[in-house]
Structures are given as structure tokens and as C-alpha cells.
């Protein structure tokens, strides 16, 4: 497809069915052409369906860093100053992203991939809502596919505003900075931005709708939405938006019916759904794996890829220091390096904290949501509330069980923010949060007095606030979207 224009296209392929062959997903066709009546005329092929959007989650797309959200994960941490790039050998993807050279470059295929693959998930999401209400099948299952359709849509959104849109500031209410197209309706039509102020009040209505439809459901595959992690995003959308009230509320409730995982389970590799903490993520089969795709291949210890012998990951080497010797969470990486699968460069502070199942496949489950997120969030949330007591126990509850030694904090105000905020970079570590979390809270960028090689990363500061992080919407939708404006160059 050389024409963009993204948001104007049903994007067939992985819809219906589970093909592997890479053309199918390519295949795209205007709105107006797409045989409504044959593929969602019934509760049944609408179930297949959406399926299909579970299965776009984790597909492989052109290039080998575009294997669905798990790669948009490992580029978000990448702007960040947690994750270490150790080498440029033979490894060039998500490398221009770490330098924050590929997302200020509108014909980057990182700033491509970013914007085609929510926009897709939005799409195919968009021929479920406006068509399952016609469908013959039980009200209970179109409850279910309405429900995990707008959840998908809403959870699109919030990516790409957070990307391509500037920072949601309460203080500013209402926000009528740019953010992005709001697409209710695939249509052939180009859409203009929509300010970030509406862009978050769809958001929540498709959440608010989605929590009514899914309320009572209980899932069969943690891939699929439910009431809980729907509350879960519910939680982020409100942190990011500095409603702490609502974000504290609907992180409490999220995790309600899950637990924190043990030593065991932590050490365990990260890459199996049936984890007790997990909440939501893709389940991934053997026999469909993404191969070199795999967010596995460039972020796991143990499988033998170029990325994992000559870049494997590291961890900021201060933020490794900061852990006490007592947090179990320290054994994820190692001050001497951690020998690569068939003899790959050695570096300092390595990751063992992601493990594929069996050594021979890229294969693992990629975790999208945990239990100890909505933790944090209470914390943050109350923190910033001024609320220290309720703040302090939400913290304790989840670093103690990581560290027997670990006492109830008697921080308050900042220090209290800042250690929560600490915990929460620890926790989350390569699972998709930091880049969001300095923009959302107009955090400068600091790689400084750490493990950075200057070679690599090239860039080691960006102020608060600058024009950089904002990503440039891709120069194939400005030209085929005359209603589009770019981001500041």
C-alpha cells in the first residue's frame, strides 16, 4: 500500500480469519466496497472477527520492529532513559528511535508503523460497533463484541494521542491543542485532528460504554477484554488526564479478582498469560509465532537471535543501583552482564527478566497489563491527591511483596511522588510506559551518569515540553489527507 490515508480503510485480512501468509494482511479495501451484510450479519462470524483484532495485536507487519503492540512497547521504552541499547551491530531497528532521530521523521517507517497499526486496530474495531447491532445472533454475545470493540477503539485513541498529540494538561481544561482524527466511521474521506480535549472525552465514553456492555462477562482468554482490564485502562487514560480521583477509583476496582505474583512467578521469564498478576495479554501459539518479529527476539535472554547476541538489553545503571540488595526484582539483571545465547557480546546490568518458553521458538506471551500497575496507579494518583496515608499503603502493598525488607514509606508530598515514581520504573521495566510517563507528567529526559553509551544513544537530554515529543504524522498521510496539519518540524 504506498497511499496511506489509514484512517479512511477497512483493513480486511486479519479480521477473519488467522491466515499466516503476510499478503493478506496487507490487503485493503475502501469502506464502501466491504460486504457488511456477509461478514457481520450474524453474532458468529462478528465473533470471528473480533478474533481477528486479537490476533492483529501481536502480527508481523514489514519491517522485523513491527510485530504489533509488543514492538510498540520496546520503541516507547526506547525514548526513554531506563532502557539500554548496547550496540548498533547488525541490529539497526529501533535504533534511530533510541537516538529520537525516526519518530521526528515523518517518512520514518517507525513513524509509519505507529500510526497504521492503531488506526488499523480502530478500523476494524469501527465495523463492529456500527454493524453488530443489525447482526442475528443472542443480545448477550453482541453485548460481548460491542463491548471489546469499543475497548479496542478507545485503547487505540489513547495511544495515538499520547504519541502524535501534545500533553494533556488538567490545568488547561479544555485542551484545544491538536491531537488526532477521531475516526467513529471508516470513511474515504480525509479527517481533519481533532483537539486532545476531544480526543480523551471519546475515549472515556467508548470506556464508559464498553464497562456497560462487558459488565457480568467473564472471558475465556486473557487476550480478550473484560470488565477488569477495561477499568484498568480507565485507570491510565485518568492519570494521564490528572483526574486522580477517577484514576485511583478505577485502578482499586481493575484489580479486584487478581493477585500480585510470588518470587517464583517473578523470575519465571515474563512470557506466560497464566501468570496470576496478568491481566491482559496476548497468548501467543507456538506454531504462530512472528519468528524475528517476536518482541522476544529483541527483548529475552535466551533465544538466539541477532538482536539478543549483539544487543542485548540493559537497564539504567542507576536505577539498578537505587534497588535494595533485598528487592527479589534485582535478579532481573546483573552489574557483570549476563552471557548471550550462542556467543554473543557480554555488557553490563543485561536483562534476564524476558524468557521465551523453549529456546528454539521466539515464542513467549506479551503482557499488556498487571495488577502491580494498578497499584502504582493508586499511589501516584493519591500522592498527587495530597492523600499520603492511602498512597503509602497501595505502595506497600506491592514493594513488599517484592521485598520482605521493605518497610511502609513516611514520605509525603514530592519525595513520596518521587518514590513511587522510582518503584514504578522498576516494575514496569520494558513492558511499553516510560516515554508516556515523563510526557504525561512534563518530565525532561536524563541519561546522564548512566550506562548510556554516548555512541549509541547520541541523544542524552530533551527539555520538558519540547517540540520532540511529539511524533510527526507520517508524510504519506499528509499527502494523501489534505485535511491533515503536521506537528511542529
Excluded at 141 to 150: H, V
Excluded at 463 to 476: F, M, R, Y
Aim: hydrophobic share 40%; proline share 3%; aromatic share 12%.
Amino acid at each position: 500500500m504506498k497511499k496511506f490515508k489509514l484512517i479512511h480503510f477497512m483493513i480486511l485480512g486479519a479480521a477473519v480469519g488467522f491466515s499466516s501468509c503476510k499478503k493478506d494482511y496487507l490487503n485493503t479495501a475502501p469502506t464502501g466496497q466491504v460486504a457488511d451484510e456477509s461478514l457481520f450479519s450474524t453474532t458468529t462470524n462478528s465473533m470471528i472477527a473480533l478474533n481477528g483484532l486479537h490476533r492483529i495485536m501481536w502480527n508481523q507487519y514489514f519491517n522485523q520492529d513491527e510485530a504489533g503492540h509488543g514492538s510498540m512497547m520496546i520503541n516507547v521504552d526506547n525514548l526513554g532513559e531506563d532502557l539500554i541499547n548496547n550496540s548498533t551491530s547488525t541490529t539497526t531497528f529501533f535504533q534511530a528511535l533510541y537516538r529520537w532521530d525516526a519518530h521526528r521523521n515523518a517518512n520514518s517507517s517507525q513513524a509509519y508503523f505507529a500510526y497504521y497499526f492503531y488506526y488499523r486496530i480502530i478500523a476494524n474495531a469501527n465495523m463492529l460497533i456500527n454493524n453488530i447491532d443489525k447482526a442475528s445472533g443472542p443480545d448477550s454475545e453482541k453485548k460481548i463484541i460491542k463491548g471489546e470493540a469499543l475497548a479496542y477503539r478507545a485503547w487505540a485513541h489513547f495511544n495515538l494521542v499520547q504519541l502524535f498529540g501534545k500533553r494533556y494538561d488538567a490545568a488547561t481544561k479544555p485542551n484545544n491543542q491538536l491531537g488526532v482524527p477521531l475516526l467513529l466511521t471508516n470513511t474515504t474521506t480525509g479527517q481533519p485532528r481533532a483537539t486532545v480535549e476531544e480526543v480523551y472525552a471519546q475515549i472515556n465514553k467508548d470506556l464508559d460504554d464498553a464497562i456497560t456492555n462487558l459488565t457480568g462477562y467473564t472471558r475465556t482468554f486473557k487476550s480478550h477484554f473484560n470488565v477488569n482490564v477495561v477499568k484498568g485502562i480507565k485507570a491510565r487514560v485518568a492519570l494521564t488526564q490528572q483526574d486522580w480521583t477517577n484514576a485511583a477509583k478505577f485502578a482499586a476496582e481493575a484489580r479486584t479478582g487478581f493477585s500480585l505474583m510470588n518470587e517464583t512467578q517473578y523470575l519465571a521469564g515474563f512470557s506466560d498469560a497464566t501468570n496470576p498478576e496478568w491481566m491482559w495479554g496476548s497468548i501467543i501459539p507456538t506454531d504462530q509465532g512472528t519468528f524475528f518479529y517476536s518482541y522476544f527476539a529483541y527483548m529475552s535472554s535466551n533465544f538466539s537471535s541477532n538482536a539478543t547476541r549483539t544487543n542485548p538489553r540493559s537497564i539504567n545503571s542507576k536505577l539498578y543501583n537505587a534497588i535494595t540488595a533485598t528487592d527479589f526484582r534485582k535478579q532481573l539483571w546483573t552489574p557483570a552482564g549476563v552471557t548471550p545465547p550462542a556467543s554473543g557480546t557480554k555488557y553490563p546490568y543485561t536483562s534476564v527478566k524476558y524468557k521465551v518458553k523453549d529456546v528454539n521458538v521466539s515464542v513467549g506471551d506479551v503482557v499488556y497489563m498487571r495488577v502491580a500497575e494498578m497499584y502504582l496507579i493508586e499511589a501516584e494518583a493519591n500522592a498527587r491527591a495530597g492523600k499520603a496515608t492511602e498512597a503509602q499503603n497501595a505502595l506497600f502493598t506491592l514493594v513488599k511483596s517484592r521485598d520482605a525488607a521493605y518497610v511502609k514509606s513516611t514520605n509525603t508530598g514530592d519525595a513520596l511522588i518521587t518514590e513511587i515514581m522510582q518503584q514504578r520504573r522498576i516494575e514496569l521495566w520494558g513492558e511499553g510506559f516510560r516515554f508516556f510517563d515523563l510526557k504525561r507528567t512534563n518530565s525532561a529526559l536524563d541519561r546522564t551518569g548512566a550506562n548510556h553509551n554516548t555512541t549509541v544513544a547520541v541523544t542524552l537530554n530533551v527539555p520538558a515540553g519540547d517540540k520532540k515529543w511529539e511524533w510527526l504524522i507520517p508524510q504519506d498521510e499528509m499527502n494523501a489527507n489534505p485535511a491533515m496539519v503536521q506537528n511542529p518540524l
